[in-house]
Nanobody, 119 residues
């Protein structure tokens, strides 16, 4: 099993920044299998940013140029740096991991952390 715990969410004004962290534990896996998703009120969950099997990054068009996914291999931690936040970024953000880097969808989800951006 895999346990995922997100941290770093909160309330921020539009234009501000937040950094989310995720420190997984349990079954070993590649950090390339990790990513971030979000779900806004009344909307479906959507991909925000992930690593690809080759170690590069993939972003939703809505966050390109503002969000950055990164990792600290030594501390087995993945981050999501969010800059120039907009009210439409308000959502619950989830850390995810796939059993295999080539899987199409996450297999494990964290409990989520709330990000609220005020206008």
């Amino acid at each position: 099993q895999v346990q995922l715990v997100e941290s770093g969410g909160g309330l921020v004004q539009a234009g501000g920044s937040l950094r989310l962290s995720c420190a997984p534990s349990g079954r070993p896996f590649s950090l390339n299998a990790m990513g971030w998703y979000r779900q806004a009120p009344g909307k479906q969950r959507e991909l925000v940013a992930t690593f690809t099997s080759g170690g590069s990054t993939n972003y939703a068009d809505s966050v390109k140029g503002r969000f950055t996914i990164s990792r600290d291999n030594a501390n087995n931690t993945v981050y999501l740096q969010m800059n120039s936040l907009k009210p439409e970024d308000t959502a619950v953000y989830y850390c995810t991991v796939k059993k295999y880097v080539w899987s199409l969808a996450p297999d494990y989800w964290g409990p989520g952390t709330q990000v609220t951006v005020s206008s």
